[in-house]
């Protein structure tokens, strides 16, 4: 149990494009998702939280007009990098977690790569 | 500010031993602990996790330590395996001021487990 999954897996869009992904909680209901990012080497950063039917709580630094949080479900969130730049190409990773409960259940991240 | 460090980047441990990871936080907030065990280009997964009530949580090979005094855990993982070679990282939550459960995580800096057969 207690499933995420991401798509896509990897992505590779020119400057100045848009790219949405998609989190996914397969097998449960995820009042909260978060939304994390990853460079090399590092840990992992908190972008945002999301809260199904609400707006999203972005972490400070994050600018929110540049990364689009939509929570429309309990098994649905997604990321969209809007006018995506080289300095944008991470490793992008969504966690599920459930009413009252204290784990996060991670997806298996997205590789974007901005050209 | 980092509020949870791992301070070791790494660690190599002979197939068999112990493997001791350790990880502080400087946040009294805090009240809930996890393990996570991740691989390159993968997502991080759950291993283990402790709340502030308790000073010691065992799952099988893993057993977690609290030290609240010390602001300080540890992971222990006995036998070590070469499967357990992967990066291993701490985080920390805290209930929101409301005392509703928020469930946001500040993760460590991660510690890479190398297992040697």
């Known amino acids: 149990g207690a499933v995420v999954s991401q798509h896509p897996s990897r992505v590779i869009c020119k400057s100045g494009t848009s790219v949405k992904i998609e989190c996914r909680s397969l097998?449960?209901?995820?009042?909260?998702m978060f939304w994390y990012r990853q460079f090399p080497k590092q840990s992992l950063m908190l972008m945002a939280t999301?809260?199904?039917?609400?707006?999203?709580?972005?972490e400070q630094g994050v600018e929110k007009d540049k990364f689009l949080i939509n929570h429309a479900s309990l098994t649905l969130s997604t990321l969209t990098v809007t006018s995506a730049h080289p300095e944008d190409s991470s490793f992008y990773i969504c966690?599920?977690?459930?009413?009252?409960?204290?784990?996060?259940?991670f997806g298996p991240g997205t590789r974007l790569t901005v050209t | 500010d980092q509020q949870v460090k791992q301070n070791s980047p790494s660690l190599s441990v002979q197939e068999g031993r112990i493997s001791i990871l350790n990880c502080d936080y400087t946040?009294?907030?805090?009240?809930?602990f996890l393990w996570y065990k991740k691989y390159p280009a993968e997502g991080p997964t759950f291993l283990i996790s402790?709340?502030?009530?308790?000073d010691k949580n065992e799952d099988g090979r893993f057993t977690v330590f609290l030290n609240k005094s010390a602001k300080h855990l540890s992971l222990h993982i006995v036998p070590s395996q070469p499967g357990d070679s992967a990066v291993y990282f701490c985080?920390?939550?805290?209930?929101?001021?409301?005392?509703?459960?928020?469930?946001?995580?500040?993760f460590g800096q991660g510690t890479i487990l190398t297992v040697h057969p």
């Open positions: 999301s809260n199904e039917g609400s707006k999203a709580t972005y």
């Open positions: 966690s599920a977690g459930t009413s009252g409960g204290r784990r996060q259940y």
């Open positions: 097998d449960f209901q995820a009042t909260t």
């Open positions: 946040n009294s907030m805090f009240d809930y």
């Open positions: 402790i709340s502030s009530i308790k």
């Open positions: 985080a920390a939550s805290a209930f929101s001021a409301g005392g509703t459960s928020y469930g946001k995580l500040t």
